[in-house]
């Protein structure tokens, strides 16, 4: 009997893409904002690596201030490069954001999200998290939501959650796909953001105590969904938010976290690809850098 042929996962995040090409990014950088992410981001996924894949996974920040505008440049962008049915996505902080202060009574968390489920819905993707697909036999995916919605600035925006009850559904949802060898969960915010002293000794840039304090899921929830990961032999969990490649073990779980794919590096644009091999008994990750 033939072994299954491999099957591809390309990982992409952080995007920031802009209601206009000439817009610039929220978020700064030693000289300033970025600009240009549509633009790239339509040359990367017509990239041979991304054209091969077959599920491309986005975890969040889609919108740089969660404009619809910026989501129909994504879903115009996949449409073109005829990916869009290829694609699993997840929302990010910025997706629901306020970046800016609105007072209390304006917090208001049903508006934040459909902010976000308006622009996953332009490219039919799921808006209730948890969710749970099965793009292969060897393969499930799991969606979760962290975002803080309600949020009432800046400050606070990039804090991460996943409460009680969407755990209590991923549980289910990981139960139901038992059988499946491999798992793979996705969200935005990093379910382990290192000390100092751990961060040093992976050769990454400490986020420090108050980077930790205003972007970290608390601490029973990350504890929660890492023993949910390990009860159910979840794979990998992919997740971006700080913009920094990382490939840890964490209490035995994989968990790899993206840089912003948009941002250059000298040059090159920086995502992950997944390679499902046999049975589903292997997964082989591979770190990709193009230029476009």
């Known amino acids: 009997m033939p072994k299954p042929r491999p099957f591809r996962i390309a990982h992409l995040s952080?995007?920031?893409?802009?209601?206009?090409?000439?817009?610039?990014?929220?978020?700064?950088?030693?000289?300033?904002?970025?600009?240009?992410?549509?633009?790239?981001?339509?040359?990367?996924v017509r990239t041979p690596a991304i054209?091969?894949?077959?599920?491309?996974?986005?975890?969040?920040?889609?919108?740089?201030?969660?404009?619809?505008?910026?989501?129909?440049?994504?879903?115009?962008?996949?449409?073109?490069?005829?990916?869009?049915?290829?694609?699993?996505?997840v929302p990010g902080n910025h997706d629901v954001c306020c970046l800016g202060v609105r007072a209390p009574w304006n917090a208001d968390?049903?508006?934040?999200?459909?902010?976000?489920?308006?622009?996953?819905?332009?490219?039919n993707q799921p808006t209730k998290l948890p969710w749970a697909r099965s793009p292969d036999?060897?393969?499930?995916?799991?969606?979760?939501?962290?975002?803080?919605?309600?949020?009432?600035?800046?400050a606070d925006n990039a804090l991460g959650r996943i409460g009680y009850y969407q755990l209590q559904d991923l549980a289910n949802k990981l139960h139901v796909h038992r059988d499946v060898p491999v798992k793979i969960v996705l969200l935005h915010h990093s379910p382990?953001?290192?000390?100092?002293?751990?961060?040093?000794?992976?050769?990454?840039?400490?986020?420090?105590?108050?980077?930790?304090?205003?972007?970290?899921?608390?601490?029973?929830?990350?504890?929660?969904?890492?023993?949910l990961c390990i009860t159910h032999r979840v794979r990998l969990v992919l997740h971006g938010h700080m913009h920094v490649a990382e490939d840890r073990r964490v209490a035995g779980v994989h968990t790899v976290g993206a840089r912003a794919t948009t941002e250059p590096d000298a040059g090159k644009y920086y995502f992950s690809t997944f390679v499902v091999l046999g049975e589903g008994h292997r997964v082989w990750r591979k770190p990709?850098?193009?230029?476009?």
């Open 14 to 44: 952080d995007l920031h893409l802009t209601a206009s090409d000439r817009a610039a990014r929220s978020e700064t950088r030693l000289f300033g904002r970025l600009r240009g992410m549509n633009a790239a981001f339509r040359k990367i």
């Open 51 to 89: 054209q091969r894949a077959d599920l491309i996974v986005f975890t969040g920040d889609i919108a740089d201030r969660g404009e619809i505008d910026a989501w129909k440049v994504f879903w115009n962008a996949l449409a073109e490069a005829g990916l869009s049915h290829r694609a699993l996505v």
């Open 109 to 123: 968390a049903r508006a934040d999200w459909a902010k976000a489920a308006a622009g996953l819905r332009l490219g």
């Open 137 to 154: 036999p060897r393969v499930a995916v799991f969606g979760l939501n962290s975002n803080n919605l309600g949020n009432f600035s800046a």
């Open 192 to 227: 382990n953001i290192p000390e100092d002293r751990t961060a040093a000794q992976r050769g990454q840039r400490p986020t420090g105590p108050l980077g930790r304090a205003t972007h970290q899921i608390p601490r029973d929830q990350r504890r929660a969904l890492r023993l």
């Open 288 to 292: 990709c850098a193009v230029r476009v």
